[in-house]
Nanobody, 118 residues
Framework: QVYLAESGGGSVQAGGSLTLSCTYS?????MGWFRQVPGKEREGVAA????????IYADSVKGRFTVSLDNSNKTLYLQMNNLKPEDTAMYYC??????????????WGQGTQVTVSS
């Protein structure tokens, strides 16, 4: 059974930091982080390939967010620095996909809420 479980969300002031974690049971070639606010489509934030460790980021988070993968502990991370109010969203981890397109991923966690106040 495939599961992904996010943790680490919370409320933080602008300029602050949070680290999201996602424990998973499915070894995937590519895993990603996505976010969604009510009424908007799910947006790709960052993705990482398990072989080679290549990463890609949405332009809106480049230089502020870092995605990493610990295969031995089956945990995906998203380090978020210099958070902005526009980063407020539900954050999801995803597996078995590619790139930053949500439609290309097959497995999803339940999400963790991040709220950034100004």
């Amino acid at each position: 059974q495939v599961y992904l479980a996010e943790s680490g969300g919370g409320s933080v002031q602008a300029g602050g930091s949070l680290t999201l974690s996602c424990t998973y049971s499915y070894d995937s070639y590519c895993m990603g982080w996505f976010r969604q606010v009510p009424g908007k489509e799910r947006e790709g934030v960052a993705a990482i390939w398990s072989i080679g460790g290549s990463t890609i980021y949405a332009d809106s988070v480049k230089g502020r967010f870092t995605v990493s993968l610990d295969n031995s502990n089956k945990t995906l991370y998203l380090q978020m620095n210099n958070l902005k109010p526009e980063d407020t969203a539900m954050y999801y981890c995803a597996a078995d996909g590619r790139g930053l397109s949500a439609e290309h991923f097959h497995y999803w966690g339940q999400g963790t809420q991040v709220t950034v106040s100004s």
